[in-house]
Every structure is written in structure tokens, then in C-alpha cells.
């Protein structure tokens, strides 16, 4: 791997990490306050995430492992802020019931 390559692998990764970052902020904002432009703008960031991740898998030095663990990560980051957002919403449910 070339240092212009590290570099461009670092900085997709590190755009990765924002991506998914910005898509579980935005769709927990919008679970709270039920605006359109939040929940699009959660939807915009999981698209970036998935093109920053074609752009991994597609045009880095990476190895077979790594970008099979960038394709699932993915594929699972769609789920992640849904199935918190369920928990944390039954657990305090459960709490007012007490």
C-alpha cells in the first residue's frame, strides 16, 4: 500500500465511521421529534455509508477480510439504531409501569 493509498483508506474509513455516526444521531432525532428533513437527513447518511463503503470494498488495497467486515458492517449498521431505539423504548416502558 502506497502512503497515498493509507491516506485515502484512512480517510474513507474515517468518513465510514462518521457516516454511521451521523445516520444513528439523525434517526434517534428523528424518533424524538418526528421531522421529515431529520429523518431524511438519516436516510441521506445511511446512503453515504453504503457509498463509502462500495468505495472500500471497490478501490482500496484492503484485504478480502477487512472489506468483507466493511460490507457487513454495513449491512448491520441499518439495524442497529431500530433495534436500540425498540429496547431502550420497552425498558422505559417497563420502568413507568412499576
Known sequence: MTP?????TALLLGGFVTAAGAYGLLYCAAQI???KMIRAGGHLSY?????IAFALVAFTPLHVGWKVLVAVSCAIYLMIPPVTWRYLARLHREERIR
Do not use: Y
Not at 47 to 51: A, E, I, K, N, S
Open 47 to 51: 446512503m453515504g455509508l453504503c457509498l
Open 33 to 35: 421529534s418526528d421531522h
Open 4 to 8: 497515498a493509498q493509507m491516506l485515502a
